[in-house]
């Protein structure tokens, strides 16, 4: 797998509010981009830990499986703790090691 994958992030304004989606999976939310990175990054944090505790991850057989690559993204993060942040938002250029 590609040491360096990172799902999409994309913006959405609506209504005097933000959301910030990384891929189809996890979004954060806010009135403002700060405030939506801020719940995506708490949002991605909660669910490293709780896939990293060892109690895993449900997912519900109505939807498809996740993409390994998706799976291995966010356990990277959980092994980074609170400082995601630079690994979340790096550009192609500047790839967090």
Partial sequence: MDDHWTPEL???????????????HVYGEGA??????????ARLLTLAMCLRSGNGI?????????????????YELGERGVDIRERLFATDEHQAA
């Fill in 58 to 74: 449900t997912v519900s057989s109505e939807i498809p499986v996740p993409d390994l690559r998706w799976l291995d993204f966010v």
């Fill in 10 to 24: 994309s913006l959405h304004e609506r209504g005097g509010s933000c959301r910030l989606s990384l891929g189809c």
């Fill in 32 to 41: 403002t981009l700060q405030e939506a990175a801020d719940d995506l990054v």
